[in-house]
């Protein structure tokens, strides 16, 4: 294999449609993003066309660093529902850049100006311990039951301890 095959970046997607309108503004698949953040001008639009997936057009804000010229992207979503686990908000953007990018790395912050209205699926209201409830004939004979039950009865004998 040669280096240029090695090289070569893996895409299981078509390429994202990038355009950089200014330093501030970005459009990505017709969605209009803010850039935040540019440390050491991390954003380049050919490695973010090679590796923008259609599913990070749900999140508000993301954050992509550039590392040995491989670029990494993370979503994060706005508000604090509690649907929203806590490593996916706003609010731990700092974090995630201190604790999992490798100090000193060029990253970028894009916030999404395209408002999204996200479907949360319906969930089945009936609960795991409700249980339909059956109809009764009432008016009706009660039906008898086919096969009898047989009754087992012990008895607990006393040993004889007198001696023969």
């Known amino acids: 294999?040669?280096?240029?095959?090695e090289n070569k970046v893996k895409v299981r997607h078509a390429p994202a449609d990038v355009v950089l309108v200014?330093?501030?503004f970005v459009v990505i698949n017709q969605l209009k993003y803010r850039v935040v953040t540019n440390y050491r001008n991390a954003l380049d639009s050919e490695l973010l066309k090679l590796k923008f997936d259609p599913f990070l057009d749900k999140y508000d804000y993301l954050v992509g660093?550039?590392?040995?010229?491989?670029?990494r992207l993370k979503g994060f979503f706005k508000g604090t529902s509690n649907?929203?686990?806590?490593?996916?908000?706003?609010?731990?953007i700092e974090d995630y850049i201190y604790?999992?990018?490798?100090?000193?790395?060029a990253f970028f912050v894009l916030e999404s100006l395209t408002?999204?209205?996200?479907?949360?699926?319906?969930?089945n209201k009936k609960r795991h311990n409700e249980q339909p409830v059956k109809k009764t004939n009432l008016t009706g004979k009660v039906?008898?039951?086919?096969t009898k039950r047989r009754r087992h009865s012990f008895v607990i004998k006393k040993r004889?301890?007198?001696e023969s």
């Open 115 to 123: 408002p999204k209205k996200i479907k949360v699926p319906a969930r």
């Open 160 to 162: 004889d301890t007198s």
């Open 99 to 105: 604790e999992y990018l490798n100090p000193g790395v």
């Open 83 to 92: 649907k929203i686990n806590l490593d996916k908000r706003v609010e731990t």
């Open 22 to 24: 200014s330093p501030e």
């Open 65 to 71: 660093d550039v590392s040995s010229d491989k670029l």
């Open 1 to 5: 294999m040669s280096n240029q095959e």
């Open 143 to 146: 039906a008898e039951k086919t």
